[in-house]
């Protein structure tokens, strides 16, 4: 068999794994991909700059990308345990990662969890979607409304094509309906945001209360993440089951 015919065979294995076990999306990078981009500064809990995939694990081939579709609002849930946030739309995400390091490593490779890689980045170099105005990677058949991990493995496997399209076309619908104007086309201001930055700590010319009502609390330890660049955009609403009214 050749190397040509095994990574393919392996990329088909793992994708079907991957679904298997709750993926909605799933695709391949080769890690000299990743090295060939330049490294970018991650704001929010990240606050880094990216690494190449080669300084993470040396011996690395390639990339395996998973998406998460994000059906319900509930999945935009926040929940805060003292001083920090924990969001559970992630769970499924790391049991499906962890059982796909499992697979890998049954088989005789290392795999890890990248953290210090830009996860959208990747998403667009596994075919997933382009990157959108409202600084999320959009897909065609879920929209915004996807979450996404991925492991970093010295398995070699078929890479897919990455999304090439531009989606979003003349459309800014996304940077007008966000009600602290952190966005940007392309950009997003996670100082402004309120997905960054909740509320309760939120200074700016809009009061907390006038501000709540993107960010509903559940309870006193609770809140819905601000959805309102998401709900803008034309791209996944059926799936979300969301009204073209």
């Known amino acids: 068999m050749t190397n040509r015919v095994r990574a393919k065979g392996l990329a088909a294995e793992v994708k079907e794994k991957a679904l298997k076990s709750g993926a909605s999306l799933v695709g391949i990078v080769a890690a000299r991909s990743v090295d060939a981009l330049p490294s970018i500064w991650v704001g929010w809990e990240i606050q880094e700059k990216t690494k190449k995939a080669s300084e993470l694990m040396p011996d690395a081939k390639s990339v395996v990308v998973v998406g998460y579709h994000v059906w319900d609002d509930m999945l935009e849930l926040a929940i805060r345990k003292g001083e920090k946030w924990i969001y559970p739309s992630y769970f499924p995400l790391k049991t499906l990662t962890l059982e796909l390091i499992s697979f890998l490593e049954t088989k005789g490779y290392s795999a890890i969890l990248p953290h210090s890689l830009s996860y959208k980045r990747l998403a667009q170099l596994a075919g997933f979607g382009n990157y959108g105005k409202n600084a999320l990677i959009i897909n065609p ?18 890479p897919d094509r990455p999304f090439e399209e531009n989606i979003c076309g003349d459309c800014e619908d996304c940077v007008k309906a966000c009600p602290v104007g952190a966005l940007t086309p392309y950009q997003v201001d996670d100082a402004k945001c309120l997905v960054g930055v909740h509320i309760s700590r939120k200074k700016g010319s809009k009061s907390g209360k006038e501000l709540s009502k993107y960010e509903p609390s559940l309870t006193r330890n609770s809140h819905l993440m601000c959805m309102e660049c998401q709900k803008a955009c034309t791209h996944g609403r059926e799936k979300r089951g969301l009204s073209d009214d």
């Not at 915004?144 to 496997?157: D, G, Q």
Request: aromatic share 12%; charged share 15%; net charge negative.
């Open 141 to 158: 058949e879920f929209g915004p409304w996807i979450r996404l991990s991925a492991i970093l493995t010295n398995a070699e496997m078929a």
